[in-house]
């Protein structure tokens, strides 16, 4: 059985996408094998595009362990820039485990980087939607949770994948000590998040910027993670920390713009970003898989110039 299977990557957060016909492969196992880096560098996760019956696709994001994501941000802008270009359309719908999301061509990032848009939902800060556990409370809102820092404050939010979300000095972002031990122990047995957490700190740089690294549930930290950098913005714009609907927001793997609207109880979020082709691969599955690169493509380093220019790095 033969694939084609391309490697992408929004804001530097790698995949490998593979279309399938249906659940015809065990994804989970095929996911863990092509993410090791022996694969070619190996890749932060897999997105599986398979049918929908009511939507112009379905996504499935499988972790680099194996384990399923009922979202992924920056995957998804991947997946939309595949179908909408298999399809020849501008914008359509993608079916996710949570929710049917709306995605659209967005113009340039910066120039020669085309942009997608994608619908984050749903929203909730009901710790139940984590899940989290503290203090029998039913949210987890700008405060400070002394068994986590005696220092820092947090906000628990789902988008629908779980984010700890902390407004951080610029040191917790230079020396991400801290926050790498914090994220280890919730994705580990502990009494506040039995599935695990993504943990997030946030710098502001700006009243419309803001420099996000998150430790990612199921993968570690990584380049950049779309649902958690559209639930920085949330948590920043609440606490007003940005007073701009639109959000610029910084990462290790380049930026991302997210577009806030609070109306009463209603939020609506999406998140613009490139999605880029790395190169193309042939996977064969028999006895044992084999990888075979097929191309390379000459985006990823017209992508890190043009990001390079315009990026901040810590």
Not at 290 to 309: A, F, W
């Amino acid at each position: 059985m033969k694939y084609d299977v391309l490697k992408v990557q929004g804001s530097g957060n790698t995949f490998f996408l593979i279309e399938g016909k249906n659940d015809e492969l065990n994804w989970s196992e095929i996911g863990k094998w092509l993410c090791d880096p022996a694969q070619y560098g190996g890749a932060d996760g897999l997105l599986v595009v398979l049918p929908s019956v009511h939507a112009d696709a379905k996504m499935r994001v499988i972790n680099a362990d194996g384990s399923e994501a009922s979202m992924c941000g920056n995957g998804l802008r991947c997946v939309a820039r595949y179908v909408l270009n298999k399809l020849g359309k501008d914008q359509g719908i993608i079916e996710t485990m949570k929710a049917d999301l709306h995605v659209a061509r967005q113009g340039e990032l910066v120039e020669g980087i085309h942009a997608f848009a994608v619908e984050i939902a749903p929203v909730s800060f009901d710790l139940a939607s984590l899940p989290m556990v503290y203090n029998a409370q039913h949210t987890l809102i700008d405060e400070q949770i002394a068994d986590f820092s005696t220092e820092l404050r947090y906000t628990a939010v789902s988008v629908p994948n779980p984010h700890l979300i902390s407004i951080v000095p610029k040191a917790y972002i230079e020396d991400f000590k801290h926050q790498e031990q914090l994220a280890k122990r919730l994705n580990d047995e502990n009494n506040y998040t039995p599935d695990g957490v993504n943990v997030s700190y946030v710098y502001p740089i700006s009243s419309s910027e803001i420099f996000v690294r998150t430790y990612e549930r199921g993968v570690g930290f990584t380049n950049a993670c779309g649902t958690a950098m559209t639930a920085s913005s949330l948590v920043a714009s609440l606490l007003h920390i940005v007073d701009e609907n639109m959000v610029t927001v910084y990462n290790p793997g380049g930026f991302v713009k997210c577009h806030v609207q609070q109306s009463g109880t209603e939020t609506k979020l999406s998140l613009i970003g490139n999605a880029t082709y790395i190169a193309l691969y042939e996977l064969n599955i028999d006895d044992e898989n084999h990888l075979y690169i097929k191309e390379e493509l000459t985006e990823q380093s017209e992508y890190l110039q043009k990001i390079k220019e315009v990026c901040i790095a810590f």
